[in-house]
Every structure is written in structure tokens, then in C-alpha cells.
């Protein structure tokens, strides 16, 4: 049986044989063995990284690793399509759902993965010196085992068995390290729902990590964008209920967590928290001489404390017709506008009074717009004094006008 004369050279020092020529892996044979193949650089393969791009130097292809970072943080990436995924059957580059791995310098060089052929300096920092990825299906002969061990300087027992035509590796045991375990595949929840509820909405979804799995909840409202995480949830809980104002659309997308690995996103739901527009600017009647978004007038200079006289009866703008008789909840927006004093602009609702905007100190030539506010009268169901006021109070004196009103019927239950 041939022994180990000097550990840390190769089979040239190998009592028993070896082999001394390195001109088996000629390109057609590499050709047809290999899927991709980087060619060997001297000092490091990072030297020939183009671009981002690392070229597959097999006869005829166009492809390429795409590479980032240096040293051995430095990430590769196969082309995104099944031939890859197929030949990487050791999940170095993919997961085994298909998502994509983050495969560095460091887990290349740290595995004897028997797929992926990786050829680095024998002693630390053990740069990369060549990477090839075997094509799928391929069955090695003993005779190309042995000269994959002598060219990628391949450790003694990269194969499974002591090869004598390889080397010793300063970060391997005088055994095959093969312990690499496919990064953790976080299943996709499943049956995310948005229903409303009183004050909000509730999220519920189908757990598919037998509760080992913490959710992320991320929500966004009408035409923004996701910008973090909304909710956080503990695992084995499916259910979250929230209390938020309401708007148009609720969107939400959901997706497992498991340390630091996580599913793919659900596909994205979203619920209206809000009716139909029922008062939109010059909705209002035009009564007494009052014409809605022209010079209002609410001219109340004459002193403090007084209620400003617009529209209707002087002391109210009021929407003729139109009751609240058959909702509970509302919201109102609106913007308003002038100077001279201090305002609070009240709504009085089916028998309910509300104050909506307290003191805005609008002085000068100032603006105060914009303005998103929400109220939640329980209306006065039955009574005869049902319809909707807008109420201005001035302190200081001033000129005021309302530039925009729309209400809302809220959805919630």
C-alpha cells in the first residue's frame, strides 16, 4: 500500500505512483465534462473578472459568473435558468426551492463539493485559483478523478478516499469535508386574507413551517411603496389585528423568517377601508348668494369669538338633502385657507357635534392645507336634524376660506 512520505506535497513525493503531466484536460475534454469552466489564473481568478463578469472559457459558450466583492467575500452567481440550478445538485449557488444562494469566495474554497471543482492556494489565504462546475449527469472515471485531484490541486481526499494524486490542504482534516448543509429553505405562507374590523384590519394566513417560522407583515397605503417591515410576528401565531385611520386600500404581503433566511413573498392583497366620495367641493348647494370655492368670505374682523358667516342661514355651510341617516362612521378631509387670526373649523353631524381643526394660527398671507383628519361619529339615527354643517370659529379676527371638502363613507364594520 503506497504511504504518505511528506504531507503537504502532492503524489510526486508518493511512493506507489502518481502522475506527472497536467495535459489530460485538454479542451475538448474539458468540453465535454464541464458546464463552465473559468481557467486558471496564477495569483487569482478574481484577475479576470471583466466587468462583473467571470467567462466561461468552455469551447463555444457565452455565459458567465457574475462576480462582486473581493478577496474571499467576494460573491459569485451563475446564470439564472435551469441548467445551472440543475447542475448545482451540492446547492452551493442554489437553494432547494431554486431561489438563489449568496455562494462567496469562502464557501467555495471551505467544501469538497464533488460537482463544483474549485482549484485555491493549499495554505491560507487560500485564494481561488480556478472554478468549474461539472455538467449534469456526469460520471467520472477513476482515471479523470485522478487527474481532477493533480491539476485543481485538489485535497488528498476531495473524492472520498485518499487519492495520492492530491494535496494536502492546510483547512482540511486528513478526511473528505463534505458537511455542507443547503442554506435553510423557509417555505412561502399561504391563504393571506385582510378583513375589517372595527377601527382597523385583520390579517390572517396559513402557517407552512410547523410553527417554527417567525412573519413578517409589511403594508403599505393607496399609491405608496413598501419601505420596512410593518409587523413582526412570533411564530406559530397566524392572526394579526391592527388599529389604523382608514384610506382607500390597505395593501399587504407577508413572508416567513427563520433566523436569516426567508420565503418568498406572498402576492399581494389589499382591502378599501373607505366608500365612495359623497361631498367633493362644489357639491354643496349654492344658497344665499354663496358660491363654493369663490371667495368665501368668512369675514369675521369685527372681533374675537365669533362664528364666521358662510353659506346657509350666515353661520354654517350646510349640504341641503343629504343625510348621514344610514352610516355610523365618516371621514373628512379638507384644506383651508387665510390670515389674520386663529380658526377652528367644527362639523356638526346628525345632532353630533365635532371639532376638527383646533387653532391652526393662520396669520398673514400663511396656509394651512392639506389637512387629513378623521372622525367617527355614531350618528343620530331617526332624528329630524340630520344633514352636515362646516362651523368656522375665529379668535382675533381674520378672513378664511375652506379650498377643499370631500367626505367618505368608513367601511369598517
Request: hydrophobic letters at 35%.
Amino acid at each position: 500500500m503506497p504511504t504518505i512520505s511528506a504531507i503537504g506535497t502532492n503524489a510526486s513525493v508518493i511512493s506507489g505512483g502518481g502522475i506527472s503531466s497536467r495535459s489530460y484536460w485538454t479542451t475538448t475534454k474539458i468540453a465535454d465534462k464541464f458546464l463552465y469552466d473559468s481557467g486558471e489564473d496564477a495569483t487569482d481568478i478574481l484577475n479576470k473578472v471583466v466587468g462583473g463578469h467571470l467567462p466561461n472559457l468552455v469551447t463555444g459558450s457565452v455565459d458567465y459568473l457574475t462576480v462582486t466583492g473581493t478577496g474571499l467575500n467576494a460573491r459569485y452567481r451563475t446564470p439564472n435558468n435551469d441548467t445551472y440550478r440543475t447542475a448545482d445538485s451540492d446547492y452551493a449557488f442554489w437553494k432547494t426551492d431554486a431561489s438563489e444562494s449568496i455562494c462567496d469566495g469562502n464557501r467555495l474554497v471551505g467544501y469538497d463539493f464533488p460537482r463544483i471543482i474549485i482549484k485555491c492556494l493549499d495554505v491560507a489565504p487560500y485564494t481561488i485559483l480556478r472554478i468549474s462546475i461539472l455538467k449534469t449527469g456526469v460520471i467520472l472515471t477513476a482515471t479523470e478523478i485522478n487527474h481532477l485531484h493533480y491539476t485543481w490541486h485538489l485535497p488528498f481526499f476531495w473524492s472520498g478516499s485518499l487519492n495520492l494524486n492530491g494535496y494536502n490542504k492546510q483547512n482540511r482534516p486528513l478526511a473528505q469535508k463534505y458537511d455542507w448543509t443547503p442554506e435553510a429553505v423557509t417555505p412561502m405562507p399561504t391563504g393571506l386574507t385582510l378583513t375589517l374590523i372595527s377601527g382597523g384590519v385583520k390579517y390572517d394566513w396559513t402557517d407552512t413551517n410547523s410553527g417554527n417560522a417567525q412573519t413578517e407583515i409589511w403594508c403599505r397605503n393607496d399609491s405608496d411603496a413598501y419601505t420596512t417591515v410593518t409587523y413582526t410576528i412570533n411564530a406559530g401565531i397566524v392572526t394579526k389585528s391592527e388599529t389604523i385611520n382608514p384610506v382607500d386600500l390597505r395593501y399587504c404581503k407577508i413572508r416567513a423568517k427563520i433566523g436569516s433566511a426567508y420565503s418568498d413573498f406572498t402576492a399581494e392583497q389589499s382591502i378599501a377601508m373607505l366608500g365612495s366620495e359623497l361631498i367633493v367641493n362644489g357639491a354643496f348647494d349654492d344658497v344665499s348668494g354663496w358660491n363654493f370655492g369663490v371667495d368665501q368670505g368668512w369675514d369675521v374682523s369685527g372681533g374675537k369669538a365669533n362664528w364666521a358667516a358662510i353659506g346657509f342661514n350666515a353661520n354654517s355651510l350646510w349640504r341641503t338633502g343629504f343625510t348621514l341617516a344610514n352610516y355610523t362612521k365618516c371621514r373628512v378631509k379638507f384644506s383651508i385657507s387665510g390670515g389674520g387670526g386663529s380658526a377652528r373649523l367644527s362639523l356638526f353631524i346628525n345632532g353630533t357635534w365635532s371639532i376638527f381643526l383646533n387653532d391652526p394660527y393662520l396669520d398673514g398671507v400663511s396656509v394651512w392645507s392639506d389637512g387629513d383628519y378623521v372622525y367617527y361619529p355614531t350618528t343620530n339615527k331617526g332624528s329630524s336634524n340630520t344633514g352636515i354643517y362646516f362651523v368656522a370659529y375665529t379668535t382675533g379676527g381674520g378672513v378664511f376660506s375652506i379650498d377643499n371638502i370631500s367626505l367618505k363613507v368608513i367601511l369598517f364594520p
